[in-house]
């Protein structure tokens, strides 16, 4: 029911638009977001969006450089990811849950797959 896109490769400093459609949800009912994960580490809140409060959080190591946006009328939340480090490196998942103020990895009730980003330095 989600499907992300948007990965690759990049230099340091450079930026990324990942992507989420969502179907069969109804949309607005669902807060969104993203977290990732590297190899032997646990999923991290990255991002997530309140589409009834317009409401959006981030991680702290993200703030000022990533921004969550969304269109209701693609059904589609993007995460927008500038000056981009190496220590960003991980797969990117998308996320839906009815709960903006729980937006943690273990309320999530929908996962999309992962994305991978890779970032160079």
């Known amino acids: 029911q989600l499907q992300a896109c948007g990965g690759g490769l990049v230099q340091a400093g450079g930026s990324l638009r990942l992507s989420c459609a969502t179907s069969?949800?109804?949309?607005?009912?669902?807060?969104m977001g993203w977290f990732r994960q590297t190899p032997g580490k646990e999923r991290e809140f990255v991002s997530a969006?309140?589409?009834?409060?317009?409401?959006?959080k981030y991680a702290d190591s993200v703030k000022g450089r990533f921004t969550i946006s969304g269109d209701n009328s693609k059904n589609t939340v993007y995460l927008q990811m500038n000056s981009l480090k190496p220590e960003d490196t991980a797969v990117y998942y998308c996320?839906?849950?009815?709960?903006?103020?729980?937006?943690?990895?273990?309320?999530?009730?929908?996962w999309g797959q992962g994305t991978q980003v890779t970032v160079s330095s």
């Open positions: 996320a839906a849950t009815p709960s903006y103020s729980g937006f943690t990895s273990t309320s999530i009730l929908y």
């Open positions: 069969g949800l109804a949309f607005s009912n669902y807060a």
């Open positions: 969006i309140s589409w009834q409060r317009g409401n959006t």
